[in-house]
């Protein structure tokens, strides 16, 4: 029997490196964003997917993504909240609603999401995967908004897999490290990539495949028995704490 999954962010990066690792392995996928454009551009060479334009913050979108994606599968077997926005900048110059904004779609996102996918996923044997950041496991100046909303999903999952787990549903979240996607390449300075690279144990950044690989993990029934788990693919960057580089010359 095919099996299907719902990505969110699926337009670029993670989430489309995501939709096309379940692809290659089978599935079926439902893609969605709020940038129907690049979405549907995203989508233009791929079989087997269903594309939806939709705000994962706004719970009258998600109803009704939900539905539609309830009609064409019928049945959902993972779930993978990655969609998310990222803003940078002191606390002092972070306005409410540039907090908001974090919030409702990287923490608002997933509740509603797993809310509205529940009734439809696969009881035993359905997986949700949410997507965090090493921010929201190490403190780091500039993300106050981000790394605060990445840490409360990292709790949210754990919510998530308690109530969930009677139900056979397991939840886990991915915690990705620097990555080599467009927004990474056009913020981090080549000071700032030197420093993460001195930093990061295996000296480079990852790729979106790594990612997509460690979250179709979790998904698969070959982490049957794994939930309530953080996965930090990050080269060991948390691994290293506060240990000086240097000190590894």
Known sequence: MTKTALVTGAARGIGLATTRTFLGRGWHVAMIDIDGDELR?????????LVIEADVSDPTQVARMAGEVT????TLDALVNNAGVADFGPIAETT???WRRVMR????????MAQACLPFMAQPGGAIVNIASISGVRASTMRVAYGTSKAA????SKQQAVEYGGLGIRV?????????????????TPQIRKAYHEAIPLNRYGVEQEIANAICFLCSD??????GQLLSADGGFQA??????????
């Open 41 to 49: 551009h995203a989508a233009s060479d791929l079989e087997n997917v």
């Open 71 to 74: 009609a064409a599968f019928g």
């Open 96 to 98: 409410f609603e540039r």
């Open 105 to 112: 779609t990287n923490l608002d996102g997933p509740f509603l």
């Open 153 to 156: 999903v990292i709790h949210l």
């Open 172 to 188: 886990n979240t991915v915690a990705p490290g620097p990555v080599d996607t467009k927004l990474a390449l056009a913020v981090h």
């Open 222 to 227: 070959e982490a049957s028995y794994i939930t």
């Open 240 to 249: 290293t704490g506060v240990g000086l580089p240097a000190l590894r010359e």
